[in-house]
């Protein structure tokens, strides 16, 4: 198996998830092309009801302050899958601690896109939010 750890999709998957997960929001945002696209997930969800994605910085700027710096996670990044010079998947483990011992699993699969320099032109996290839901639901029902 070869190392992927210099190719430019995998590079920003993992400075993304280190981004991320400690809170440096203009140092993720930096990681994204001005017309990038973010679907997370790929689809109609609550998260973007329209399921048109997340399109260009202030879109991107808006789906980080609405989701990513309230949620306190832990992203767990499997084996990169790279195609090509640009492009990676990445099977992932999303766990998310929401207080009172309730937490939320999911398990989903990024496939990331980047330009000449390196920076993300698409993220898509194929992941079912329903399966969230079905977790808060027993939460809440287990804790009252």
């Known amino acids: 198996m070869s190392d992927n750890s210099q190719h430019l999709a995998v590079q920003a998957n993992l400075k993304s998830i280190h981004a991320a997960m400690n ?39 808006d789906f980080y302050d609405n989701i990513i710096a309230y949620a306190e996670f832990e992203m767990r990044p499997g084996q990169h899958l790279i195609s090509g010079e640009y492009a990676c998947a990445v099977p992932m483990q999303v766990i998310n601690q929401l207080g009172d011992g309730v937490t939320t699993s999911v398990d989903l699969i990024g496939v990331y896109h980047v330009n000449k320099e390196g920076l993300i032109t698409s993220m898509n996290a194929y992941w079912d939010f329903g399966s969230i839901e079905q977790q808060l639901a027993d939460a809440f029902e287990q804790n009252g």
């Open 23 to 61: 809170k440096d929001r203009e140092g993720w945002l930096a990681l994204y092309a001005e017309d990038a696209i973010i679907s997370d997930p790929v689809g109609k969800s609550p998260l973007d009801p329209e399921g048109n994605g997340h399109r260009g910085k202030q879109a991107i700027a």
